[in-house]
């Protein structure tokens, strides 16, 4: 994702705090993430807190933004555009903020435990990135509504949750391309006048295919974001995942994670090398990445692995 404009001094931190955080006198919950979580991640900004019993006024976001509530019963009332709502979030609830939102008064009842989340759409990177257009070709706006119930896009928030709090394993491939399908749901599902957006039917050509897949094998043992990928192609980063689906039959991400076990294979069968450098020489995260890798995708841990095939 590109970065968001600040300072060159604004520290990692800054860079990755919500905007409606910025104001310190408006008040926020204390966040459940540490700076080697929000380092690693590299899609949307995201905030995990300690949902808590209180009441404020006067919150303002730069951005668009989602909200769910991630553990624990909670009860909200909130004043924001003309709207009261007074409801209590059940398991896929998402509050959905428009762009340059505000909250003239809020009160959150929560019990101990509760966890909340949020989310962060800046509709500029997504331009600059010439993802907006090819996502709201007719310009739509995207519609606020803090009482939505939307089970397929509370399960991407949750996906966007799991990764951030484990480190982000699966990189920054895993995390742009999972960002953009939420962006890409929101704006089909909850913008004005929204329909779901003609589905890509064509593929990579054979010369785009050539240099994303040369791109992939050159740097599979290197962190490889989609950025790359679709510059590689010439194409957005939002057509090249629709595109790159229709020519292979599954997510870039997944393509390339198959191509790292294959090759994790190779070397469990045809070297004694430990299983961490080959971990690091295939592109994995860690040892432990690459276990649980193999393990979902073969059933096998790379140790059962080399013990089967006598290596």
Not at 107 to 117: L, S
Not at 154 to 182: F, N
Request: charged share 25%.
């Amino acid at each position: 994702m590109p970065a968001l404009a600040t300072s060159p001094a604004a520290t990692h931190d800054e860079r990755q705090r919500l905007s409606f955080q910025r104001d310190p006198a408006a008040g926020y919950e204390p966040s459940l993430l540490r700076e080697p979580q929000t380092r690693a991640w590299a899609g949307f900004r995201i905030g995990i807190f300690e949902a808590q019993t209180t009441e404020l006024r006067g919150q303002v976001g730069e951005h668009a933004a989602l909200g769910m509530i991630l553990r624990g019963r909670t009860r909200a009332r909130i004043l924001s555009r003309g709207q009261d709502c007074d409801f209590s979030p059940g398991r896929d609830s998402v509050g959905v903020f428009a762009p340059k939102f505000e909250v003239d008064w809020t009160r959150w009842d929560c019990e101990a435990g509760a966890q909340r989340m949020m989310v962060e759409l800046d509709l500029a990177d997504l331009a600059r990135a010439g993802d907006l257009d090819a996502m709201l070709p007719s310009r739509r706006v995207l519609r606020q509504d803090l009482t939505l119930s939307d089970r397929n896009l509370a399960t991407l928030m949750r996906l966007m949750a799991d990764e951030v709090r484990a480190g982000s394993p699966h990189g920054a491939l895993y995390a742009t391309s999972l960002s953009l399908a939420l962006a890409s749901y929101v704006f089909a599902h909850h913008a004005e006048g929204a329909a779901p957006s003609p589905r890509e039917r064509g593929g990579l050509s054979d010369a785009q295919k050539t240099r994303v897949l040369a791109l992939i094998h050159e740097r599979l043992a290197d962190p490889l974001g989609l950025d790359e990928l679709a510059t590689a192609a010439g194409v957005s980063r939002f057509h090249f995942l629709r595109l790159f689906k229709n020519s292979f039959g599954v997510t870039p991400h997944r393509f390339v994670m198959d191509q790292r076990i294959a090759a994790a294979r190779h070397l469990l069968d045809e070297t004694a090398l430990p299983l961490a450098q080959i971990a690091a020489t295939t592109g994995f995260s860690s040892q432990s990445h690459l276990c649980t890798a193999m393990r979902r995708q073969l059933g096998s841990t790379p140790g059962q692995w080399r013990r089967r095939s006598g290596g």
